[in-house]
């Protein structure tokens, strides 16, 4: 089985992935699968100091979608919006973006 048919199983496995509508801002809505998840990360602050900060990523298959995300195109999952404020990474097979939730 070739690897990327793994990818899309996994994110397809409920234990994982969740399923999803990729809305653009430009272009036709999309139903995918994503993995959603709240990421917490060490910042150093100057001197001895550290900070903690937690966002929102949602990592998506490629292939399913067919364009990396921009910064203002939507997922909605379940009966929650996120919106994309930046890519965090592609390596071509999954897309990595974080998200804030819309309270709109």
Same mark, same amino acid.
């Given at each position: 089985? %070739? =690897?990327? $048919?793994?990818?899309? /199983?996994?994110?397809? $496995? %409920? /234990?994982?992935?969740?399923?999803? @509508? =990729? +809305?653009? +801002?430009?272009? @036709? #809505?999309?139903?995918?699968?994503?993995? &959603? @998840? +709240?990421?917490?990360? #060490?910042? %150093? &602050?100057?001197?001895?100091?550290?900070?903690?900060? !937690?966002?929102?990523?949602?990592?998506?298959?490629? !292939?399913?979608?067919?364009?990396?995300? $921009?910064? /203002? /195109?939507? =997922?909605?999952?379940? !009966? @929650?919006?996120?919106?994309?404020?930046?890519?965090?990474? #592609? $390596?071509?097979?999954?897309? +990595?973006?974080?998200?804030?939730?819309?309270?709109?």
């Amino acid at each position: 089985m %070739p =690897f990327d $048919d793994m990818v899309g /199983d996994l994110l397809r $496995d %409920p /234990d994982f992935g969740q399923a999803a @509508t =990729f +809305k653009p +801002k430009v272009g @036709t #809505n999309v139903t995918c699968y994503v993995i &959603l @998840t +709240k990421e917490i990360s #060490n910042q %150093p &602050l100057i001197g001895d100091g550290q900070a903690w900060e !937690s966002g929102l990523t949602i990592e998506y298959q490629l !292939s399913d979608v067919g364009i990396e995300a $921009d910064r /203002d /195109d939507m =997922f909605d999952i379940g !009966s @929650t919006e996120y919106v994309v404020r930046r890519i965090l990474e #592609n $390596d071509g097979l999954t897309v +990595k973006v974080a998200v804030i939730e819309s309270y709109s």
